[in-house]
Each structure stands twice: as C-alpha cells, then as structure tokens.
C-alpha cells in the first residue's frame, strides 16, 4: 500500500479489507515469511547464527514477551532493536488529538476513539499511519520511575473536572504509548521494585493499574528485557513473579573465535582506512587487538560477573588506527602501519572498561592490571606466529650491550637503520610479514622485539613514549 493510495478514514480502510492484528502476530507473519523466503533475519549481528538466533527464532514464533540475559557489550540491546525490522512498514491508527494511544482504528481501547467510532460516520473518522520506526521505545531501568513506564494520574485533568477513577485523568507512561508497538528495559534487575509489579500485571493481564484504580483495557505490546546474569540471579533483585511471566530467556555471549572478534570489532568501528592519510593494519596487530579483549576476560584480574564489552575492543582498535593516522600526518608516511608502540595510547580507550575483582588485584592499579593483559596477549599471539628456534640469537646479540630504540613518533625509514646491528630481528619480521614496504616491516620489528619482551628473552624500559629494548 503505497501513500497515495492508503485509506485516510475509517471508511476506506475497511474497504480496503485491512485485518487488525496483535502486535505479536503482525511481527511473527512477516518473520515466517521471511524466513521462508530465506531472507537474512538479523543483517549485522555476527557469531549468533547457531546460538542466540535460534532461540530468538522459537520466542517470536512463540509470541513471548523476551529476557536477553548476558555481559556487557554482547550485543543485547541491538538485538531487541533488530527485531523492529518485523514489524509492518507502517499501521494505520485512528487521527485523534484527544487520543492517548495510537488506536486501532477496528478495534480502539480508549474511551475516546471508542465514542469517536460510536458516535461518527467511518468516512468522518480520519486515519493517519504510524511508520515501523516509530513502534519501538527503550528505557533504561536505574532511575525510572512508575509514572515513566506505566503512568500517573495528571492533577491538571483533576483539575479540569475529571473524575479520579476515569481514563481520562491518567497521563499514561512509555508501555502504554508502546501500544501496538515493542517496549524494552534495559538493565531489568535495576528496576525498582513498585515498577516491577506494575509490569507483571501488563505482562498476565496487559491492563493498568495506577494508585489503585484499574483502567481495563487491553495493551497491545511486545515487551523485551536486557540484564546482566550477575545481578538477574541474584536474589530479590527481580521478583519471582515477573521472571514467571517472561516467555523466554535468551543467553548472549562473546565471540566464540577471535576470528569472528576481529570481524565484530571492524564492523562496529566503522573506519574507512583510506582517505588522505590511509591505514594498513596487519592481521597480526587486528589479533592483537582482539587477544587483548580475550585476556581480559580470563584475567583473574577482571570482575568476571561484569564482563569486557565487545566496546572494548572498539575503542582500542579506533584509538590505535587513529595513533597510525597521526604518525602519518607528522611524518608524511603513506600508508602509515600500527605498530606495538601505537597501544601505548590504549590506556585512554581502556580505562573506565575494566572493572577489577578487588579480590583478585592485590592492590594493582587499573594501568598495571592492563600493562599486565597487553603483555599477556603479545605473548599469545607472537607465539603463534615466531618459532622458538633462533630467538635466544637475537637475545644473545642484546646481552652484548645492544639497545635498540623505537616509538610511535619514529618514521619507518629509521628501523632498518636501528636494526643493522640485530639482522636476526629483520628475520624474524620476515616470518611475521614478508612485505617490503618499510611501516610494515617496522610494524614487524616492533612486533618481534615486544614478542621477546614478553617471553623475557630481553628488557625494556618506557621513557615519555619511546620504548628501549636491551638485555
């Protein structure tokens, strides 16, 4: 139905042969259609495809209300807002300014619409469209408060004479309004626990109640949850009757492989690398990025129960392109390559992200706890990729007094130059990368001399952002 053929009274819209709907049986037609048309369900979400779709699949044929249960950073919050995309591109609804809700216009719920279509001819009651985009509405739960989400009764209406028990003294919150449309709290187990009560009485009945006057009339909507395990499972932080009334659970998680890390975090950073001062970044510094995240999580460092979002791995990978970018605009370098060097600045992308288990630290600060995880995936990923035979050469090579600088601010060209008297580091980067191009192989040399840092083969010391690597 296109804009200028829709009906625009009640009139033309049955003519039309439009057929009211729930909101859940709208969303679960177009998914089967979709899907038996082998339609791509969730474009963009990545790892999820034997996990949490699946499950999510079974809840929307099942037309249950959802709970996404998992850490930060695991893509809970767009995946309640992917499930938008089922919704029809757009419904009518009865035009009425008096209106609280986007009534349907065959079957209105308030008392307004009711009398409108009771007392009015169909050809005098004006339908206007409400688009897809508009049909859904988030909260974050600290902070809300009952009047937000599910309504208070207005003391101005009060004033101008209506009745405290009518549906007209009501200003109705963001559920209501959701009507015929999906609502999501993020952050469930936060949710004060007056809020929760008035929710599981939408969830079982999907009526009203506000300071003891029930305002009966069926709310249509789809209504979705986000909490974190740590705090879902902990004991009085959601009451039992509301988890009762939650139609399914879905799990959420990290990516499986680092692989599929490194895919998630380049989609979701979004940078062009090209441009005036383009980037190259190797695989192995991609690796890097993403094996940092991976540390975090296992660090007996890290509070477990919070987890390390993917916006970790986010943020680190944008910081490094853009410590790259400036290197190349100083310097004149294109393309410009990141190096070791360029994660010295991930303290301003990573602190703030990692929530320490006090248990664990040992009174470490946050910067040495992420001193300690960057060490510890640079040791992973060199180990993959540089043969243990030959190192102890170069290191030997360093105990004869050898020192060899390097930086972030330093030009490619310089590397060779530093490395004339260690030729076996030039060896190893070629293992790494066998590229010809000199910020490659200085990206290389860097990679390998903190590779034998981290598995103590040499030393370093750190002075205002240049790195020495000695014996």
């Not at 009274?9 to 259609?33: C, H, P, Y």
């Not at 909507?221 to 879905?250: C, E, H, M, W």
């Not at 004149?332 to 006090?358: A, F, N, Q, T």
């Amino acid at each position: 139905m296109t804009q200028h053929n829709r009906p625009t009274n009640l009139a033309e819209l049955t003519a039309s042969g439009w057929k009211s709907k729930s909101v859940k049986q709208e969303i679960r037609d177009n998914f089967m259609r979709m899907l038996s048309g082998g339609e791509e369900l969730f474009p963009g979400l990545l790892g999820y495809d034997d996990t949490v779709i699946p499950e999510v699949n079974l809840a929307l044929i099942s037309g249950h209300d959802m709970l996404f249960l998992g850490e930060k950073g695991q893509g809970k919050s767009r995946m309640m807002r992917a499930l938008v995309r089922f919704l029809d591109e757009e419904i009518p609804y009865i035009d009425c300014p008096e209106a609280p809700l986007h009534d349907d216009p065959l079957a209105p719920i308030t008392s307004v619409c009711k009398r409108l279509v009771e007392n009015v001819p169909p050809e005098e009651v004006p339908i206007a469209w409400w688009p897809r985009d508009k049909r859904y509405a988030e909260r974050l739960a600290p902070g809300t408060k009952f009047a937000d989400i599910i309504g208070e009764i207005d003391p101005a209406k009060l004033a101008g004479g209506a009745s405290m028990s009518a549906e007209e003294a009501l200003h109705f919150g963001l559920i209501p309004r959701m009507h015929r449309g999906v609502f999501a709290v993020n952050e469930l187990p936060e949710l004060d626990e007056l809020v929760q009560v008035g929710l599981f009485n939408i969830l079982e009945e999907r009526d009203v109640q506000i300071r003891g006057y029930p305002i009966n009339f069926d709310i249509d909507v789809l209504i979705l949850f986000s909490a974190n395990p740590s705090t879902y499972n902990r004991s009085g932080k959601v009451i039992p009757q509301l988890k009762d009334r939650i139609g399914s659970v879905i799990h959420t998680h990290y990516p499986r492989e680092r692989e599929l890390g490194i895919q998630v975090t380049e989609q979701e950073a979004g940078i062009d690398l090209g441009g005036d001062f383009p980037v190259i970044v190797p695989l192995f510094m991609k690796e890097l990025i993403e094996q940092i995240s991976i540390a975090a999580r296992q660090s007996k460092f890290i509070d477990h129960q919070s987890g390390v979002s993917a916006r970790f791995s986010i943020a680190n990978y944008r910081t490094m392109i853009a410590s790259a970018r400036q290197r190349a605009a100083v310097l004149g370098e294109k393309p410009s390559v990141p190096r070791i060097s360029d994660l010295g600045h991930l303290y301003s992308s990573s602190l703030g992200k990692l929530e320490l288990d006090m248990m664990g630290t040992h009174q470490m600060s946050e910067r040495q706890v992420l001193d300690a995880i960057i060490a510890e995936a640079i040791r992973d990923v060199f180990q993959e990729y540089v043969d243990e035979h030959g190192l102890m050469e170069i290191a030997e090579i360093f105990a004869e007094g050898v020192k060899i600088e390097v930086g972030d601010t330093l030009p490619s060209s310089h590397y060779a130059e530093l490395l004339e008297r260690v030729p076996p580091a030039w060896e190893k980067a070629f293992e790494v990368n066998t590229a010809s191009d000199p910020a490659v192989r200085a990206s290389c040399v860097e990679f390998v001399l903190a590779g034998l840092y981290a598995t103590d083969k040499i030393s370093r010391a750190q002075h205002h952002g240049r790195v020495v690597y000695e014996t």
